[in-house]
């Protein structure tokens, strides 16, 4: 992968929040132009689903813009996960691409409970709302079995995408394999899951991430405005994408933090017989498909929770709250966001008051530090750790997460703020982004409040 295949690459990025179209340079991985919209939710109709029709406009009038200039010889594509496509035999949806942050009624949700394979056999633990796929089509399914009965075709969400620019009907193991409960990461199969629900001959084929599926469609290139089609990539789950410029990079052991909504925390090289399914760790599977010991919470989100409204500070301004917050003592203990990462079921407390802004948003950040540090110690990283994604821009983040973990945290340039984009634009054989790696070590002054925000955790738990 080391010679690039195409001048330049178009990546469709689907995240739970934002949704953008990227082109990448194929002889750098640099990014050279990107569009961005939010990833809206409709509250209407069966149940609240994305606005599919609104990302794909969206999608077409990004390629059509990026077709005349800067241009763009293959398509990637990479999503979050915990979502399918239902399709029916015309290859149109059967029903909505629901938010998996919807919460089931308890009848059904006890039903699922009942049918879900052991955590020793998916290595997927039981997670609130729709985040096991497998739960999202139990309640289709017996929830609305006339719409469930049409059904033809069930895709994972990136190759959805793939489907609708293409017309091939794939699946694909990074994205059946994050915590859906209907994939055995260790075997590279399916589960006992996908016979009790009894979808298997609607399952697409599984192809590999690299796959290049096919052109895309004669009618989707003149709506852009292509004077000739482009392969498109079968695609990729977004944490995986982010993982895979690294597993190119360097040798096991190490740890990658992919930030986001999501702060989804892999350890490469790590066993899988630690897991604990009652603490939101679980076994994902990267590109090659390979399990990988991973753990996460809603980092991005339980920041955004914490700090909203506030204007940023500046870099003084934080440094001030710093020595204020350790001083004090100010901590905010978990959970934020309820139902996932570490401490599940944890009510939000804080210590101490945070005076002003600046001092909230170093507590915020000193708080999600020690939450990724905790998911870390739960999967056995045993090597440093490549930190990628919104949190690498995030300095007290950094140094608190290397002072908590006790090593060294590695930052890409510029915070690589595009690891999902970049990771997609791997499949199709461009090259990783030069540049040199910033390190950042533990800082002795930071210890006392790791260690005392351990023990308040610790006596409440």
């Known amino acids: 992968m080391s010679t690039p295949h195409h001048a330049r690459v178009a990546v469709i990025d689907i995240g739970k929040t934002n949704a953008k179209v990227v082109v990448l340079d194929g002889a750098t991985g640099a990014e050279i132009a990107v569009r961005k919209t939010p990833n809206k939710v409709v509250a209407t109709g069966h149940y609240p689903h994305y606005d599919v029709e609104a990302l794909w406009t969206f999608i077409l009038a990004s390629l059509a813009e990026f077709a005349a200039t800067p241009g763009f010889e293959a398509i990637s594509i990479t999503t979050h996960g915990a979502s399918a496509a239902l399709l029916h035999a015309k290859g149109e949806l059967a029903l909505p691409v629901l938010d998996y942050e919807f919460e089931y009624p308890q009848a059904v949700r006890d039903d699922y409970d009942r049918l879900r394979p052991d955590f020793a056999e998916t290595c997927s633990p039981r997670l609130s709302g729709g985040l096991n796929l497998g739960a999202q089509l139990h309640f289709q399914k017996a929830s609305f079995p006339e719409d469930f009965g049409h059904v033809a075709t069930i895709l994972t969400y990136p190759q959805y995408w793939a489907f609708r620019l293409t017309g091939v009907a794939a699946n694909e193991a990074t994205s059946l394999g994050c915590h859906t409960d209907l994939w055995r990461p260790g075997a590279g199969q399916y589960s006992a899951l996908v016979d009790r629900l009894d979808i298997r001959s609607l ?74 399914p009652t603490r939101d760790t679980l076994a994902n599977v990267d590109a090659y498909g390979r399990a990988v010991p991973s753990a996460r919470f809603m980092g991005g989100r339980e920041y955004e929770m914490l700090t909203e409204a506030l204007s940023p500070a500046s870099a003084m301004e934080l440094e001030e709250a710093l020595a204020a917050v350790l ?45 990724t540090a905790t998911c870390l110690v739960l999967i056995g990283n045993r090597g440093p750790i490549i930190v ?21 945290v590695i930052v890409l340039p510029g915070g690589a703020p595009t690891g999902t984009a970049q990771g997609a634009g791997l499949l199709t054989g461009i090259a990783l982004a030069p540049g040199e790696e910033r390190l950042i070590v533990p800082e002795p002054e930071l210890a006392a409040y790791c260690a005392k925000w351990r023990r308040a955790v610790a006596e409440r738990g």
């Open 203 to 276: 399952m697409a084929p599984v192809r590999p991430a690299f796959d290049a599926l096919g052109p895309l469609l004669p009618e989707i290139c003149d709506r852009i405005g292509l004077a000739a089609p482009v392969p498109v990539h079968c695609g990729i789950h977004d944490s995986n994408a982010s993982l895979l410029p690294h597993l190119l990079r360097r040798e096991a052991p190490f740890a990658v933090v992919s930030t986001g909504t999501w702060v989804v925390c892999f350890a490469v090289g790590g066993d899988l017989d630690g897991l604990d």
């Open 327 to 371: 001083g004090r003592g100010v901590m905010v203990l978990p959970n934020i966001a309820s139902g996932s990462g570490p401490f599940p079921g944890r009510k939000t407390e804080w210590l101490g008051v945070a005076e002003t802004a600046a001092e909230r948003q170093v507590a915020a950040s000193l708080y999600a530090a020690l939450m």
């Open 388 to 408: 990628e994604g919104p949190f690498a821009g995030n300095a007290i983040y950094l140094r608190a997460l290397a002072t908590a973990a006790g090593c060294d």
